[in-house]
């Protein structure tokens, strides 16, 4: 797989307005629970348990605030009417709120652990699930996409896609708020390439720096991450979004247009 990278602005992913869906082509959201964790999955429109062809699947980070706040089932059945991506089975998960959620999402290894031990063995016993990482898109935003580009690099077996809104990409390992800062971006510096396709999107506003100044900016820790797998040869789709915020308002707004580019076949 060859590097390539598409600088995007506001409206180069976005497209038009979808038609509305009948209520028998809206796709079936159910939660389930692994162990305390709660989990929401959801089928497509037409959904088979006997399908010859696996679903490609997604895994989605804040899954309550992606179902509730963002309707992503709604934006899933969406772009397979319009035919934008393909039928999804969708996993969102209860990643909790504060230091709860930071033990899930800051590069925490334990995780990792939790998703390809625990996570994927469930989803791929109870629904019809592609194994191929490459059909396979992990997503999130803030810490959330962080964490995506996190387990793709634990386990590029398993995630070979990852979908980065606003990725929180300055901070340490396992949750550390102090330095060394950026230490996803050297692990992906000093390791060999993995074959993990991305696409990073980052608000053009986001460039304060965190924890009050005394580390980096969300912004140039995206672009220090693009340049690293730029340098690597990853197939890397990138995107600063000129007045966009870190807030859920940016990342809804572009979620279609994003999942439909980065469920594209590789070129």
Known sequence: ?????RVALVGALLFGAVRPLSADAAGKVEERRIGVRRIWIYTPPGYEAAAKTPYDLMIVFDGEQYLEDFALPKML??????????????VMIDDGIGAERLADLANRESFAAFLSGGLL????????????????????????GLAAAYVAFRHPELFGRV?????????GNEASNGPPFEWLTAQYAAAPRKEIRFLLEVGGRESR??????APSILDANRRLRDTL?????????????????SPETWKTRLPAA???????AS
């Open 163 to 171: 979908l980065s809104q606003s990725g929180a990409f300055w901070r």
């Open 121 to 144: 063995p469930y989803v791929r016993e109870h629904w019809a699930v592609t194994r191929d990482p490459s059909r396979t898109i992990v997503t999130g935003s803030s810490a959330g």
């Open 1 to 5: 797989m060859t590097g390539l990278t």
């Open 230 to 246: 730029e340098s690597k040869g990853y197939a890397l789709s990138y995107a600063e979004i000129p007045d966009g915020e870190h």
């Open 259 to 265: 999942i439909a580019e980065i469920s594209k076949e």
């Open 209 to 214: 720096g965190a924890l009050g100044g005394a």
């Open 77 to 90: 059945d969406a772009l397979v009417a319009e035919r934008k991506a393909p039928p999804f089975v969708a």
